[in-house]
């Protein structure tokens, strides 16, 4: 992603089973550039994060997902009152959750 540069991950915890690979760890970045419409603030950020992967029978990675979550990195850097405003959404009333995970899905 563009949005983040400088990225350090530490992995706290890589579990496998069968063909599942899972990890659980944080990155540590700074908002450098447009992230899903909200502007770049410069804002250091820190997130957990969870990445799964599955493996075919040849070791070659067939699936990835990948969770955030991406309320929180909203509150870091700011973009509260920009949520309130619906920034995200386009509408008026903003978000009516506290937790909203950003999930990926990555086939082969």
Wanted: with cysteine; charged share 25%; proline share 1%.
């Amino acid at each position: 992603m563009n949005a983040f540069k400088d990225k350090f991950t530490t992995i706290d915890l890589i579990l496998e089973e069968g063909d599942l690979v899972a990890a659980y760890g944080t990155v540590e970045t700074t908002h450098s550039g447009e992230f899903l419409g909200m502007p770049a603030t410069g804002k250091r950020i820190k997130l957990n994060y969870m990445d799964f992967w599955r493996f075919d029978e040849s070791g070659e990675c067939v699936e990835n997902w990948v969770h955030l979550d991406i309320i929180d990195v909203f509150r870091q850097v700011g973009g509260n009152s920009w949520m309130e405003k619906g920034g995200m959404t386009g509408g008026e009333a903003g978000f009516s959750c506290s937790y909203f995970a950003f999930e990926v899905h990555l086939f082969r």
